[in-house]
T-cell receptor
Framework: DTGVSQDPRHKITKRGQNVTFRCDPI?????LYWYRQTLGQGPEFLTY????????KSRLLSDRFSAERPKGSFSTLEIQRTEQGDSAMYLC??????????????FGDGTRLSIL | GIQVEQSPPDLILQEGANSTLRCNFS?????LQWFHQNPWGQLINLFY???GTKQNGRLSATTVATERYSLLYISSSQTTDSGVYFC???????????FGQGTELSVKP
C-alpha cells in the first residue's frame, strides 16, 4: 500500500520565481487536500478536490496560487511570483469520501519551500 | 469557524513516564484525528476517533463529542515519542481538517 507521494521534497528558489509541486494520492482515494505549515504552527488548509472538482479554497489561497487535479488522480500546486512569506512546508493529504462520511486523511512527507 | 485548542503547549518527560494531552474544540465535529509530527516533519496518523475510545499499544485516545474534547494518553514514554502531537477536527460541513497548535513533547533518557 503506497502512501501519499509528494515531489520535490525540497525546493529553494529566488523571490519572484514560479514553483510547482506535485502530489500523488493513495490510489483509491477520491479526495485530495493541500495544506501549508509554517514553523511552530499547525498545518493550515489551502484547498481540496473531490475527483476533478475543486470544492473549497481558503482565503489563504491568494490569486498567485493555483491548484489543479485534471484527471482526478495527481494534483499540482503552483505558486507564481513567489514572496518571502511563501516559505513553508506544503503538505498534501488524501482520503476516501462516501455518502456516509469522510474517512481519515493521510498525509505525504511534504515539500519544503525556501525563498531566497 | 471551529476553534481547536491543545494543552499543554510543551511537555518534558523522563523516559518511562505517562502523560495526557488534551484537545478542546468549539463546535460539533464529524471527525477528529490525532497526529504525531516527528523531527523530520512527517505527520503520522495515530487515531481517527470522532467518538469513543481506541487503543494502539502504549497509546490510547478518548473523544467525548458531547463535551467537545479529546484526550491522548501516552504510557511508558520512550525517546522516540518526542515530537509534536496535533489534534485536528473536521467540522459539520465536511472536508478540511482544522488543526490545533500542537503539544511539543520531549522525552529525556
Amino acid at each position: 500500500d503506497t502512501g501519499v507521494s509528494q515531489d520535490p521534497r525540497h525546493k529553494i528558489t529566488k523571490r519572484g520565481q514560479n514553483v510547482t509541486f506535485r502530489c500523488d494520492p493513495i490510489s483509491e482515494h477520491n479526495r485530495l487536500y493541500w495544506y501549508r505549515q509554517t514553523l511552530g504552527q499547525g498545518p493550515e488548509f489551502l484547498t481540496y478536490f473531490q475527483n476533478e472538482a475543486q470544492l473549497e479554497k481558503s482565503r489563504l489561497l491568494s490569486d498567485r496560487f493555483s491548484a489543479e487535479r485534471p484527471k482526478g488522480s495527481f494534483s499540482t500546486l503552483e505558486i507564481q511570483r513567489t514572496e518571502q512569506g511563501d516559505s513553508a512546508m506544503y503538505l498534501c493529504a488524501s482520503s476516501h469520501a462516501w455518502t456516509g462520511g469522510n474517512q481519515p486523511q493521510h498525509f505525504g512527507d511534504g515539500t519544503r519551500l525556501s525563498i531566497l | 469557524g471551529i476553534q481547536v485548542e491543545q494543552s499543554p503547549p510543551d511537555l518534558i518527560l523522563q523516559e518511562g513516564a505517562n502523560s495526557t494531552l488534551r484537545c478542546n474544540f468549539s463546535d460539533s465535529v464529524n471527525n477528529l484525528q490525532w497526529f504525531h509530527q516527528n523531527p523530520w516533519g512527517q505527520l503520522i496518523n495515530l487515531f481517527y476517533i470522532p467518538s469513543g475510545t481506541k487503543q494502539n499499544g502504549r497509546l490510547s485516545a478518548t473523544t467525548v463529542a458531547t463535551e467537545r474534547y479529546s484526550l491522548l494518553y501516552i504510557s511508558s514514554s520512550q525517546t522516540t515519542d518526542s515530537g509534536v502531537y496535533f489534534c485536528a477536527v473536521e467540522g459539520d460541513q465536511g472536508g478540511k481538517l482544522i488543526f490545533g497548535q500542537g503539544t511539543e513533547l520531549s522525552v529525556k533518557p
